[in-house]
């Protein structure tokens, strides 16, 4: 069945680069697109970015500037990277199989930024 | 950006119709689809796709839920409320980047 699993650190400090890795099961990353999708504590969730099927990538504007998302197909694997972090980038991130409406979700890690 | 409204709570009785509003700042209409989709969340888990494309029920769900409208207003519908239901709602766009949320609405029993 469809599965996506988020990994990486809990916990990155102010100004940091945050790593996260998404390994999905059940599908192929060359079929169909996968997003991240991030939420704070108590808020709406707020679209990042997505890695299409094709290779090509697609950034939320308020993000672009520190954000990047790449793929390698043979773990079935999708990437996020995003620099500079601050406070306000604490939640739990997500990622999600993506049709333009999002069916399947991972867990989602929570990512705590603090000294 | 869209835009998408939504009222912050709504209390309904149990056996009862709740009907949950979402405004979009601009049609998100397109080709006679509308580019609308519905999510229930409950504390510490992630968001459950409910409708897409403004009235399609996702696999799984009951026939109890129910989506509509078009353009710029939205709605989803809950008939009848069971005790289950008490959660989160969130309606999501994809027509334009970036894909946006509304900010939820708190479904409460009375």
């Known amino acids: 069945q469809v599965q996506l699993k988020e990994s990486g650190p809990g916990l990155v400090q102010p100004s940091e680069t945050l790593s996260l890795t998404c390994t999905v099961s059940g599908f192929s990353l060359t079929s169909y697109s996968v997003s991240w999708v991030r939420q704070p504590s108590g808020k709406g969730p707020e679209w990042m970015g997505r890695?299409?099927?094709?290779?090509?990538?697609a950034y939320n504007s308020a993000l672009k500037s520190r954000l990047s998302i790449s793929r390698d197909t043979s773990k079935n694997q999708v990437f996020l990277k995003m620099n500079s972090l601050q406070t306000d980038d604490t939640g739990t991130y997500y990622c999600t199989r993506d049709h333009g409406w999002f069916a399947y979700w991972g867990q989602g890690t929570l990512v705590t930024v603090s000294s | 950006d869209i835009v998408l409204t939504q009222s912050p709570a709504l209390a309904v009785s149990l056996e009862q119709r709740a009907t949950i509003s979402c405004k979009t700042s601009?049609?998100?209409?397109?080709?006679?689809?509308?580019?609308m989709h519905w999510y229930q969340q409950k504390p510490g888990q992630q968001p459950k796709l409910l409708i897409y494309e403004g009235s399609n029920l996702a696999s799984g769900i009951p026939a109890r839920f129910s989506g509509s409208g078009s353009g710029t207003d939205f709605t989803l519908t809950i008939d009848p409320v069971e005790a289950d239901d008490i959660a989160t709602y969130y309606c999501q766009q994809s027509k334009d980047y970036p894909l946006t949320f509304g900010s939820g609405t708190k479904l409460e029993i009375k």
């Open positions: 890695m299409w099927y094709d290779g090509d990538t």
């Open positions: 601009q049609n998100v209409d397109n080709y006679g689809i509308s580019y």
